[in-house]
Protein backbone atom coordinates (compact mmCIF):
# COMPACT_ATOMS: atom_id res chain seq x y z
CA UNK A 1 0.00 0.00 0.00
CA UNK A 2 0.83 3.71 -0.50
CA UNK A 3 0.75 5.63 2.30
CA UNK A 4 0.79 9.33 2.44
CA UNK A 5 1.37 11.61 5.26
CA UNK A 6 1.11 14.92 4.56
CA UNK A 7 -1.70 16.78 2.70
CA UNK A 8 1.16 18.32 0.05
CA UNK A 9 4.48 18.28 -1.15
CA UNK A 10 6.67 20.33 -2.69
CA UNK A 11 9.62 20.93 -5.43
CA UNK A 12 12.15 23.68 -4.46
CA UNK A 13 10.55 26.44 -5.95
CA UNK A 14 7.07 25.96 -7.65
CA UNK A 15 6.23 29.09 -9.26
CA UNK A 16 9.68 28.96 -11.42
CA UNK A 17 9.04 25.41 -12.47
CA UNK A 18 5.27 25.09 -12.74
CA UNK A 19 3.14 26.38 -16.01
CA UNK A 20 0.40 28.15 -15.07
CA UNK A 21 -2.63 25.48 -14.10
CA UNK A 22 -5.07 26.80 -16.00
CA UNK A 23 -4.01 25.73 -19.32
CA UNK A 24 -3.82 22.14 -20.57
CA UNK A 25 -1.45 19.53 -19.08
CA UNK A 26 1.93 20.82 -20.20
CA UNK A 27 4.57 19.03 -22.09
CA UNK A 28 7.35 16.97 -20.40
CA UNK A 29 10.77 19.33 -21.33
CA UNK A 30 12.38 15.05 -22.10
CA UNK A 31 11.20 12.33 -22.96
CA UNK A 32 10.37 9.20 -21.00
CA UNK A 33 12.39 5.89 -21.67
CA UNK A 34 10.39 3.46 -23.61
CA UNK A 35 10.77 0.68 -20.62
CA UNK A 36 9.54 0.53 -17.38
CA UNK A 37 12.85 1.42 -15.19
CA UNK A 38 14.15 -1.36 -12.34
CA UNK A 39 14.38 0.57 -9.74
CA UNK A 40 12.39 2.51 -6.91
CA UNK A 41 13.63 6.22 -7.82
CA UNK A 42 14.99 8.51 -5.32
CA UNK A 43 15.08 11.78 -7.41
CA UNK A 44 13.47 13.98 -9.67
CA UNK A 45 13.39 15.65 -12.39
CA UNK A 46 11.72 19.65 -11.99
CA UNK A 47 12.46 20.68 -15.30
CA UNK A 48 11.05 17.62 -17.08
CA UNK A 49 7.81 18.13 -15.10
CA UNK A 50 4.26 18.03 -16.18
CA UNK A 51 1.40 19.72 -14.80
CA UNK A 52 -1.95 18.24 -15.26
CA UNK A 53 -4.86 20.12 -16.24
CA UNK A 54 -7.41 19.54 -13.28
CA UNK A 55 -7.42 21.25 -10.61
CA UNK A 56 -8.97 20.98 -7.01
CA UNK A 57 -6.97 17.54 -6.59
CA UNK A 58 -7.67 15.58 -2.84
CA UNK A 59 -5.52 12.64 -3.71
CA UNK A 60 -3.20 11.09 -5.97
CA UNK A 61 -2.35 7.36 -6.24
CA UNK A 62 0.11 5.53 -8.34
CA UNK A 63 -0.05 2.09 -9.79
CA UNK A 64 2.86 0.05 -11.73
CA UNK A 65 2.89 1.74 -15.00
CA UNK A 66 -0.54 4.40 -14.05
CA UNK A 67 -1.07 7.91 -12.33
CA UNK A 68 -4.49 8.41 -10.47
CA UNK A 69 -5.59 12.07 -9.63
CA UNK A 70 -8.86 12.18 -7.76
CA UNK A 71 -10.86 15.61 -7.22
CA UNK A 72 -14.34 16.34 -5.76
CA UNK A 73 -16.34 14.87 -8.92
CA UNK A 74 -13.93 12.73 -11.02
CA UNK A 75 -10.87 10.56 -11.01
CA UNK A 76 -8.30 10.59 -14.05
CA UNK A 77 -6.33 7.47 -14.52
CA UNK A 78 -3.02 8.14 -16.94
CA UNK A 79 -0.87 5.38 -18.75
CA UNK A 80 2.82 5.87 -18.72
CA UNK A 81 5.17 6.68 -20.28
CA UNK A 82 2.97 9.03 -22.24
CA UNK A 83 1.21 10.19 -19.32
CA UNK A 84 -2.06 10.48 -21.62
CA UNK A 85 -5.34 10.05 -19.59
CA UNK A 86 -7.18 6.52 -20.42
CA UNK A 87 -10.34 6.62 -18.29
CA UNK A 88 -12.56 8.99 -16.16
CA UNK A 89 -14.41 7.62 -13.48
CA UNK A 90 -17.22 10.19 -12.30
CA UNK A 91 -19.62 10.29 -8.56
CA UNK A 92 -23.05 9.55 -8.75
CA UNK A 93 -24.88 11.98 -6.11
CA UNK A 94 -21.94 12.79 -3.74
CA UNK A 95 -18.38 13.54 -3.86
CA UNK A 96 -14.96 11.19 -3.75
CA UNK A 97 -13.59 11.60 -0.14
CA UNK A 98 -10.61 8.80 -0.46
CA UNK A 99 -8.74 6.36 -2.26
CA UNK A 100 -6.72 3.50 -1.75
CA UNK A 101 -4.08 2.01 -4.13
CA UNK A 102 -2.84 -1.57 -4.13
CA UNK A 103 0.40 -1.74 -6.57
CA UNK A 104 0.83 -5.23 -6.55
CA UNK A 105 -3.13 -6.32 -7.16
CA UNK A 106 -3.12 -3.64 -10.08
CA UNK A 107 -6.29 -1.65 -8.47
CA UNK A 108 -7.95 1.00 -6.52
CA UNK A 109 -10.42 1.96 -4.72
CA UNK A 110 -12.68 4.95 -4.51
CA UNK A 111 -14.84 6.25 -1.36
CA UNK A 112 -17.71 8.34 -2.15
CA UNK A 113 -19.81 10.56 0.31
CA UNK A 114 -23.25 11.60 -0.55
CA UNK A 115 -25.58 12.98 2.25
CA UNK A 116 -29.43 13.03 1.81
CA UNK A 117 -30.61 16.10 4.39
CA UNK A 118 -33.40 15.30 6.90
CA UNK A 119 -37.03 17.23 7.09
CA UNK A 120 -36.56 20.02 9.83
CA UNK A 121 -35.28 18.47 12.74
CA UNK A 122 -35.90 14.90 11.46
CA UNK A 123 -32.15 13.40 11.13
CA UNK A 124 -30.99 12.42 7.23
CA UNK A 125 -28.93 9.52 6.28
CA UNK A 126 -25.39 9.90 4.67
CA UNK A 127 -24.58 7.01 1.86
CA UNK A 128 -20.66 5.83 0.66
CA UNK A 129 -20.13 4.21 -2.41
CA UNK A 130 -17.12 2.26 -2.39
CA UNK A 131 -15.74 1.32 -5.94
CA UNK A 132 -12.72 -0.85 -6.96
CA UNK A 133 -11.09 -0.77 -9.99
CA UNK A 134 -8.41 -1.74 -12.72
CA UNK A 135 -5.85 0.51 -12.39
CA UNK A 136 -4.27 0.10 -15.94
CA UNK A 137 -8.49 0.58 -17.82
CA UNK A 138 -10.25 1.66 -15.61
CA UNK A 139 -12.73 -1.06 -15.65
CA UNK A 140 -15.19 -1.16 -12.68
CA UNK A 141 -14.89 -4.68 -10.66
CA UNK A 142 -17.18 -4.20 -8.10
CA UNK A 143 -19.90 -1.73 -6.19
CA UNK A 144 -20.67 -1.13 -2.95
CA UNK A 145 -23.12 0.91 -0.84
CA UNK A 146 -23.32 1.88 2.72
CA UNK A 147 -26.12 3.65 4.66
CA UNK A 148 -25.75 5.39 7.83
CA UNK A 149 -28.51 7.03 9.68
CA UNK A 150 -26.85 10.72 10.55
CA UNK A 151 -26.16 11.27 14.55
CA UNK A 152 -28.59 13.23 15.94
CA UNK A 153 -25.66 14.06 18.64
CA UNK A 154 -23.81 15.70 16.00
CA UNK A 155 -24.42 18.48 13.68
CA UNK A 156 -26.93 18.42 10.64
CA UNK A 157 -24.04 18.41 8.09
CA UNK A 158 -22.60 15.94 5.14
CA UNK A 159 -20.10 13.45 6.64
CA UNK A 160 -17.39 12.98 4.88
CA UNK A 161 -15.22 9.50 5.11
CA UNK A 162 -11.60 8.11 4.74
CA UNK A 163 -10.76 4.62 3.94
CA UNK A 164 -9.06 3.27 7.06
CA UNK A 165 -8.36 -0.06 6.09
CA UNK A 166 -8.88 -3.24 3.13
CA UNK A 167 -8.39 -6.82 4.12
CA UNK A 168 -9.39 -9.22 1.45
CA UNK A 169 -12.67 -8.15 0.17
CA UNK A 170 -13.50 -6.13 3.14
CA UNK A 171 -13.20 -2.25 3.56
CA UNK A 172 -13.36 -0.44 6.46
CA UNK A 173 -14.43 2.86 6.45
CA UNK A 174 -14.38 5.95 9.35
CA UNK A 175 -16.94 8.59 9.10
CA UNK A 176 -16.24 12.15 10.39
CA UNK A 177 -19.03 14.97 10.83
CA UNK A 178 -17.52 18.71 11.63
CA UNK A 179 -16.17 19.54 14.27
CA UNK A 180 -18.05 17.81 17.00
CA UNK A 181 -15.97 14.39 17.22
CA UNK A 182 -18.98 12.39 15.56
CA UNK A 183 -17.25 9.67 13.99
CA UNK A 184 -18.15 6.24 13.25
CA UNK A 185 -16.86 2.88 11.38
CA UNK A 186 -18.41 0.66 9.21
CA UNK A 187 -17.31 -2.97 7.29
CA UNK A 188 -18.39 -3.53 3.86
CA UNK A 189 -17.69 -6.51 1.95
CA UNK A 190 -17.14 -5.11 -1.45
CA UNK A 191 -17.55 -8.01 -3.55
CA UNK A 192 -20.53 -8.91 -1.95
CA UNK A 193 -22.25 -5.53 -1.80
CA UNK A 194 -22.99 -6.11 1.91
CA UNK A 195 -22.63 -3.88 5.19
CA UNK A 196 -21.37 -6.01 8.04
CA UNK A 197 -21.46 -4.07 10.73
CA UNK A 198 -21.78 -0.39 11.55
CA UNK A 199 -20.58 1.50 14.95
CA UNK A 200 -20.80 4.71 16.23
CA UNK A 201 -19.23 6.53 18.16
CA UNK A 202 -15.96 4.74 16.78
CA UNK A 203 -12.12 5.79 15.66
CA UNK A 204 -10.80 2.90 13.69
CA UNK A 205 -7.33 2.75 14.99
CA UNK A 206 -5.99 -0.09 13.12
CA UNK A 207 -7.23 -3.27 10.82
CA UNK A 208 -5.66 -6.65 10.54
CA UNK A 209 -6.83 -9.78 9.36
CA UNK A 210 -8.86 -10.91 12.11
CA UNK A 211 -9.97 -7.61 13.87
CA UNK A 212 -10.64 -4.04 13.83
CA UNK A 213 -8.98 -1.99 16.36
CA UNK A 214 -11.53 0.94 17.80
CA UNK A 215 -11.50 4.11 19.93
CA UNK A 216 -14.89 4.36 21.52
CA UNK A 217 -14.32 7.60 23.41
CA UNK A 218 -14.87 11.03 23.09
CA UNK A 219 -14.22 14.38 24.95
CA UNK A 220 -17.25 14.43 26.77
CA UNK A 221 -17.69 11.07 27.25
CA UNK A 222 -14.37 8.60 27.57
CA UNK A 223 -14.47 5.21 26.44
CA UNK A 224 -12.47 2.35 25.80
CA UNK A 225 -9.86 1.11 23.09
CA UNK A 226 -11.82 -2.01 21.72
CA UNK A 227 -11.24 -4.89 19.09
CA UNK A 228 -13.87 -6.03 16.98
CA UNK A 229 -14.46 -9.05 14.80
CA UNK A 230 -13.34 -7.82 11.35
CA UNK A 231 -16.09 -9.82 9.17
CA UNK A 232 -18.92 -9.59 12.25
CA UNK A 233 -18.55 -7.25 14.16
CA UNK A 234 -18.55 -8.77 17.30
CA UNK A 235 -16.58 -7.41 20.45
CA UNK A 236 -13.50 -9.51 21.02
CA UNK A 237 -11.88 -7.01 24.01
CA UNK A 238 -12.18 -4.04 25.73
CA UNK A 239 -8.88 -2.16 27.15
CA UNK A 240 -7.63 1.08 28.40
CA UNK A 241 -11.05 2.24 30.04
CA UNK A 242 -11.47 6.15 30.23
CA UNK A 243 -9.66 6.71 26.96
CA UNK A 244 -10.65 9.81 25.21
CA UNK A 245 -8.28 10.33 22.11
CA UNK A 246 -6.17 7.49 20.84
CA UNK A 247 -4.42 6.81 17.86
CA UNK A 248 -2.20 3.65 16.11
CA UNK A 249 1.56 3.33 15.50
CA UNK A 250 0.57 0.06 13.87
CA UNK A 251 0.14 -4.01 14.88
CA UNK A 252 2.45 -7.41 15.05
CA UNK A 253 1.16 -10.12 14.77
CA UNK A 254 0.64 -10.44 18.63
CA UNK A 255 0.11 -7.30 19.30
CA UNK A 256 -1.11 -3.12 18.65
CA UNK A 257 0.70 -0.38 19.61
CA UNK A 258 -1.68 2.47 20.65
CA UNK A 259 -1.21 6.35 21.68
CA UNK A 260 -4.12 6.91 24.08
CA UNK A 261 -4.65 9.60 26.15
CA UNK A 262 -6.80 10.20 28.99
CA UNK A 263 -7.99 13.89 28.39
CA UNK A 264 -6.76 17.59 28.69
CA UNK A 265 -4.09 18.17 30.63
CA UNK A 266 -2.61 14.29 30.82
CA UNK A 267 0.35 13.32 29.23
CA UNK A 268 -0.15 10.34 26.63
CA UNK A 269 0.85 7.02 26.63
CA UNK A 270 2.16 4.40 24.30
CA UNK A 271 0.85 1.31 25.34
CA UNK A 272 0.88 -1.97 23.87
CA UNK A 273 -2.57 -4.32 23.52
CA UNK A 274 -1.88 -8.47 23.08
CA UNK A 275 -4.27 -8.49 19.80
CA UNK A 276 -6.07 -11.78 21.18
CA UNK A 277 -6.87 -10.51 24.78
CA UNK A 278 -6.46 -6.74 25.09
CA UNK A 279 -4.18 -7.36 28.00
CA UNK A 280 -2.05 -3.82 27.91
CA UNK A 281 1.75 -4.31 28.15
CA UNK A 282 4.11 -1.72 29.79
CA UNK A 283 3.23 1.81 29.28
CA UNK A 284 5.78 4.41 28.10
CA UNK A 285 5.28 8.30 28.57
CA UNK A 286 5.62 10.22 25.31
CA UNK A 287 4.90 14.45 24.82
CA UNK A 288 3.44 13.29 21.94
CA UNK A 289 -0.61 12.79 21.21
CA UNK A 290 -1.80 12.26 17.23
CA UNK A 291 0.55 10.31 16.04
CA UNK A 292 0.59 9.26 11.47
CA UNK A 293 2.56 6.06 10.84
CA UNK A 294 3.85 4.59 7.33
CA UNK A 295 4.38 0.69 7.63
CA UNK A 296 7.59 -0.47 6.71
CA UNK A 297 8.80 -4.32 5.65
CA UNK A 298 9.79 -4.70 9.07
CA UNK A 299 8.42 -3.74 12.70
CA UNK A 300 10.03 -0.07 12.26
CA UNK A 301 6.67 2.09 11.60
CA UNK A 302 7.50 5.71 10.31
CA UNK A 303 5.52 8.18 12.15
CA UNK A 304 5.48 12.32 12.02
CA UNK A 305 2.79 13.81 15.08
CA UNK A 306 0.25 16.99 14.60
CA UNK A 307 1.77 18.75 17.41
CA UNK A 308 6.01 18.92 16.33
CA UNK A 309 8.22 18.38 13.41
CA UNK A 310 9.86 15.52 14.84
CA UNK A 311 9.73 11.95 12.78
CA UNK A 312 10.08 8.51 14.55
CA UNK A 313 11.11 5.14 13.47
CA UNK A 314 9.04 2.98 15.84
CA UNK A 315 9.90 -0.54 16.73
CA UNK A 316 6.82 -2.32 17.27
CA UNK A 317 9.03 -5.36 18.77
CA UNK A 318 11.41 -3.58 21.34
CA UNK A 319 8.80 -1.10 21.92
CA UNK A 320 11.39 1.90 21.60
CA UNK A 321 12.53 4.16 18.55
CA UNK A 322 14.28 2.42 16.41
CA UNK A 323 15.84 6.09 15.11
CA UNK A 324 14.18 9.72 15.49
CA UNK A 325 14.67 13.34 14.35
CA UNK A 326 15.75 15.77 14.70
CA UNK A 327 18.69 14.62 16.77
CA UNK A 328 22.43 16.51 17.37
CA UNK A 329 23.74 16.36 13.94
CA UNK A 330 20.65 15.88 11.53
CA UNK A 331 17.07 18.14 10.62
CA UNK A 332 13.70 16.65 10.90
CA UNK A 333 11.85 16.52 6.79
CA UNK A 334 8.50 16.95 6.76
CA UNK A 335 7.34 13.55 5.54
CA UNK A 336 5.43 13.22 2.48
CA UNK A 337 5.53 9.16 1.96
CA UNK A 338 6.41 6.44 3.27
CA UNK A 339 6.63 3.44 0.57
CA UNK A 340 9.29 0.80 -0.46
CA UNK A 341 11.03 1.19 2.71
CA UNK A 342 12.24 4.66 2.11
CA UNK A 343 11.03 7.79 3.49
CA UNK A 344 10.11 10.97 1.11
CA UNK A 345 10.26 14.36 2.36
CA UNK A 346 11.70 18.10 2.00
CA UNK A 347 13.44 19.77 4.30
CA UNK A 348 12.45 23.41 5.50
CA UNK A 349 14.93 25.06 2.83
CA UNK A 350 13.12 23.08 0.62
CA UNK A 351 15.51 20.38 -0.43
CA UNK A 352 14.30 17.19 -1.35
CA UNK A 353 15.45 13.81 1.01
CA UNK A 354 15.14 10.23 1.00
CA UNK A 355 15.84 8.79 4.36
CA UNK A 356 15.78 4.54 4.71
CA UNK A 357 12.34 3.98 6.58
CA UNK A 358 13.92 1.28 9.29
CA UNK A 359 17.53 3.28 9.80
CA UNK A 360 16.10 6.40 9.50
CA UNK A 361 19.96 7.08 7.65
CA UNK A 362 19.96 9.21 4.73
CA UNK A 363 19.14 7.81 1.12
CA UNK A 364 20.09 10.67 -1.19
CA UNK A 365 20.10 14.30 -0.56
CA UNK A 366 18.92 17.29 -2.64
CA UNK A 367 16.45 14.98 -4.65
CA UNK A 368 14.08 17.38 -6.34
CA UNK A 369 10.79 17.29 -4.85
CA UNK A 370 9.03 15.42 -1.76
CA UNK A 371 6.45 13.85 -3.48
CA UNK A 372 3.13 11.94 -2.26
CA UNK A 373 3.27 8.99 -4.56
CA UNK A 374 5.75 7.42 -6.42
CA UNK A 375 6.07 4.51 -9.25
CA UNK A 376 9.53 3.18 -11.06
CA UNK A 377 8.59 5.95 -13.60
CA UNK A 378 8.64 9.10 -11.01
CA UNK A 379 6.88 11.06 -8.71
CA UNK A 380 3.59 13.37 -8.04
CA UNK A 381 3.10 16.41 -6.06
CA UNK A 382 0.32 18.26 -4.86
CA UNK A 383 0.69 21.54 -5.10
CA UNK A 384 -2.16 24.04 -4.41
CA UNK A 385 -4.49 21.35 -5.40
CA UNK A 386 -2.90 20.67 -8.91
CA UNK A 387 -1.10 17.42 -9.61
CA UNK A 388 2.79 17.92 -10.90
CA UNK A 389 4.34 14.67 -12.15
CA UNK A 390 8.19 14.81 -12.21
CA UNK A 391 10.21 12.04 -14.01
CA UNK A 392 13.07 9.95 -11.65
CA UNK A 393 16.69 10.45 -12.48
CA UNK A 394 19.91 8.74 -10.29
CA UNK A 395 20.55 10.76 -7.53
CA UNK A 396 23.53 12.44 -8.86
CA UNK A 397 22.97 12.72 -12.40
CA UNK A 398 22.15 16.15 -14.12
CA UNK A 399 18.96 18.23 -14.13
CA UNK A 400 19.35 19.82 -16.93
CA UNK A 401 16.01 19.67 -18.86
CA UNK A 402 18.23 18.41 -22.15
CA UNK A 403 19.68 15.55 -20.65
CA UNK A 404 18.64 12.07 -20.95
CA UNK A 405 17.32 10.27 -17.44
CA UNK A 406 18.89 7.41 -16.39
CA UNK A 407 18.21 3.62 -16.06
CA UNK A 408 17.90 2.20 -12.36
CA UNK A 409 21.05 0.08 -13.82
CA UNK A 410 23.24 3.84 -14.23
CA UNK A 411 22.96 3.08 -18.08
CA UNK A 412 21.31 5.46 -20.20
CA UNK A 413 17.50 4.74 -21.04
CA UNK A 414 16.58 5.22 -24.72
CA UNK A 415 16.23 8.70 -25.93
CA UNK A 416 13.88 8.39 -29.13
CA UNK A 417 10.36 7.91 -27.57
CA UNK A 418 9.17 11.46 -26.74
CA UNK A 419 5.84 11.67 -24.83
CA UNK A 420 3.13 12.70 -27.05
CA UNK A 421 1.43 15.68 -26.90
CA UNK A 422 -0.46 16.57 -23.11
CA UNK A 423 -2.82 18.27 -24.64
CA UNK A 424 -5.95 16.09 -22.68
CA UNK A 425 -8.46 18.36 -21.21
CA UNK A 426 -10.28 16.51 -18.78
CA UNK A 427 -12.11 19.26 -16.60
CA UNK A 428 -14.11 19.27 -20.28
CA UNK A 429 -15.62 15.75 -19.87
CA UNK A 430 -19.04 15.43 -19.75
CA UNK A 431 -20.32 13.49 -16.51
CA UNK A 432 -20.31 9.56 -17.14
CA UNK A 433 -23.65 7.69 -16.73
CA UNK A 434 -24.19 6.70 -13.09
CA UNK A 435 -21.31 3.68 -12.04
CA UNK A 436 -19.61 4.02 -15.66
CA UNK A 437 -16.50 4.66 -16.91
CA UNK A 438 -15.12 7.13 -19.87
CA UNK A 439 -12.70 5.75 -21.87
CA UNK A 440 -10.66 8.91 -23.41
CA UNK A 441 -8.34 8.57 -26.84
Known amino acids: MTVSLAGCSWVKDPDA ?61 RVLPS ?17 EVDRAAGVGILLEAANEAGSG ?87 TDDVVVLNTGLAQRPGAVEAVGLESGDPEWRSLRGTVDATAIGHT ?16 AI ?3 DLETGEPGAPTETARWNWACGATSGTVRVC ?17 PAWSLPDEERFAPLVTLVQDDLVYGILDSGVGVVLNARTG ?17 GGVL ?3 DVAVFLPAFEAGDSTDPGSTPSGADGSESPSESPSESLSDEPASQSPSPTGTVSPEG
Not at 44 to 64: M, Q, R, Y
Open 304 to 320: TMADDDDVVGWDLETGE
Open 121 to 207: TYIGEDTFTITRFDLQSGELLDVATAVLPQDPEGEALPATARIAGVTGDVVVIETAVGQTGSRAALAVDIELDDVLWRQRPARVLDV
Open 271 to 273: VPL
Open 83 to 99: LKSAYTLTTTDGQFTDL
Open 253 to 268: DDAVTVVRSLGAGTEP
Open 17 to 77: DQPDAETSASTSAQPLPDERPTAVPTAFNSPGSTTFAETGVLAVGAGEDTVITVSAGSAIG
Open 382 to 384: LYQ
Open 361 to 377: ADVASDTGAGPVAVNDW
